[in-house]
């Protein structure tokens, strides 16, 4: 707003980071698109379950809002809100059943990733990154694993 440039860098040097590094008194979006990937399957033959994004810096709060289209044209929306404050690498991930709409992750046309800032002079790094996240089912199952060990293991004691 107010003519200030926002500054934002995709660094293709093999790093894959996407740089965002607002000046003082600026409060502005940058938005990366990826447009006609043709189809592509997230899920990679149903072995991955999230997008996976590497915070690699993020020194206040921002919103990163990740738009999904598919080939239908049925979309699908998620928003990560970060804390700020991470001075190391954090692998975070965007669960494929947190995104709103019916999007089909296995037909992808379309990505685009917006980061916003809450905070004037906010400097964010992201890096990017295939992520599984282990379905609720699997938890469950888990868990009843678990509980099932500890009865058996408190009556034979």
């Known amino acids: 707003s107010g003519g200030n440039d926002v500054d934002g860098d995709v660094d293709l040097s093999g790093n894959s980071l996407l740089i965002v590094s607002l000046p003082p008194d600026t409060l502005g979006t940058v938005a990366v ?21 590497e915070i690699v810096f993020d020194d206040l709060p921002a919103d990163l809002i990740v738009n999904v289209t598919d080939g239908s044209s049925n979309t699908g929306q998620s928003t990560l809100a ?9 692998e975070v991930a ?13 037909d992808v046309e379309s990505i685009s990733l917006v980061v916003s800032p ?11 990154n295939e992520s599984t996240v282990p379905e609720p089912s699997t938890g469950w199952l888990l868990g009843l694993g678990l509980l099932l060990i500890g009865a058996r293991h408190r009556n034979l004691g």
Request: aromatic share 12%.
């Open 33 to 53: 698109s990826w447009q006609n990937i043709g189809g592509a399957d997230l899920t990679e033959g149903s072995t991955l379950n999230a997008i996976g994004i």
């Open 82 to 90: 970060t804390a700020g404050g991470i001075f190391a690498p954090q």
């Open 94 to 106: 965007i669960p494929f059943a947190s995104f709103s709409g019916s999007v089909d992750f296995t």
């Open 118 to 128: 809450l905070f004037p002079a906010t400097d964010v790094q992201l890096g990017f």
